[in-house]
């Protein structure tokens, strides 16, 4: 557990990496220039998340296979890609190349359900069968299936000059491995480990067993390692928004605290008929911060982490955020930047 004395192993940052519809650009470079800093400040990994019909990245697959071409060492996720947007078997060439791109850095992050909006988006996504997707688990089994290297197709040889193969090319070998499920649920989580794949968990989680955020949290946590072939080695990342003040600007700390204020209602208690929980945004000196983090419940069932940036930050903030999370609070969690 991530006491004082047992140190955090990994610290990596997400970003939704917003843009102005008018500049897109300006807005993709910066969520690149935001993972370049992010390898020279040490961080082990970067991970972006996934929009569609929005103002934020909504193809992560490219922009960190550009991510990979600025970067050598950092490692590079998606929390997480809605595969009920996605066809799994192009998806997972789409990931194998970019992890070949990478070296081998790539770590997908992926859930399930239908897509959100999905009676105003069905005729445009799916016009002949968007009565009879499927949009549970099976469809990660299918991605997982060619991922790791199962027949795609009884057809493989030589016609002609073309030569085919069976299964997804090119097959990056251990991107298997490095398959993550962002889940909220007991079941996600029993079925994350059943199927050997990585837990992320993130500031949402379902109000099944309890009200308390932390204490659901590592129930999935402990829920997803049981039915893991690795057991408590199993990997789990947690993902909480995480705001240091170490070095801000008295009126970048004042915007802070009032976002994180206005958020802090929903933390209360459940939202919706889903039940919903959203963990309160930790927003303080990274001596504050660190205090907080060993008293949760969740975060002591952990080694690593990806601290999430806010929505509606500035490029200058988010400079300020991650400098001070690889400098001030790592450090006060025991972990040591990558070299």
Do not use: C
């Not at 519809?21 to 998340?49: K, M, N, Q, Y």
């Not at 298997?176 to 909220?184: A, E, K, L, P, Q």
């Not at 789990?236 to 802070?256: C, F, H, M, N």
Request: hydrophobic content about 40%.
């Amino acid at each position: 557990m991530p006491l004082p004395s047992h140190p955090l192993r990994k610290l990596g940052f997400l970003t939704i990496g917003l843009f102005d519809e008018a500049d897109p650009r300006r807005g993709h470079e910066s969520t690149l220039e935001i993972i370049e800093l992010g390898e020279r400040l040490g961080f082990d990994s970067a991970w972006v998340r996934h929009r569609h019909l929005q103002y934020g990245i909504s193809s992560p697959v490219a922009v960190l296979a550009a991510a990979s071409q600025r970067t050598s060492r950092i490692e590079l996720g998606t929390a997480v890609i809605p595969v009920g947007w996605e066809n799994p078997l192009r998806l997972a060439e789409d990931l194998a190349t970019v992890d070949i791109l990478s070296g081998g850095r790539l770590n997908p992050g992926v859930s399930v359900g239908p897509p959100m909006h999905y009676d105003q988006v069905k005729q445009a996504l799916y016009p002949d069968s968007g009565d009879v997707e499927d949009f549970g688990y099976a469809r990660v089994e299918r991605l997982l299936d060619f991922v790791r290297g199962k027949s795609a197709t009884d057809f493989s040889g030589v016609e002609g000059f073309e030569v085919f193969s069976d299964r997804v090319q090119p097959h990056a070998a251990g991107l298997g491995r490095r398959m993550w499920y962002g889940g909220g649920s007991l079941r996600s989580a029993q079925w994350a480990g059943e199927h050997g794949m990585n837990l992320l968990t993130s500031s949402v989680v379902k109000a099944e067993e309890s009200e308390d955020f932390a204490e659901i949290q590592r129930s999935h946590i402990r829920t997803f390692r049981a039915h893991h072939p690795d057991g408590d080695r199993a990997r789990v990342s947690q993902g909480l928004v995480v705001i240091p003040t170490d070095s801000a600007s008295p009126e970048q700390r004042e915007k802070y605290e009032e976002y994180a204020l206005k958020r802090t209602p929903r933390t209360a208690t459940p939202q919706g008929p889903a039940r919903m929980m959203f963990a309160p945004d930790l927003v303080g000196t990274s001596e504050e911060i660190a205090e907080r983090l060993y008293a949760h419940a969740a975060f002591r069932e952990v080694d690593e982490v990806a601290f999430a940036l806010p929505f509606t930050f500035g490029h200058e903030d988010y400079v300020q955020i991650l400098t001070d999370l690889a400098t001030r609070l790592g450090p006060a969690l025991g972990w040591q930047p990558a070299a």
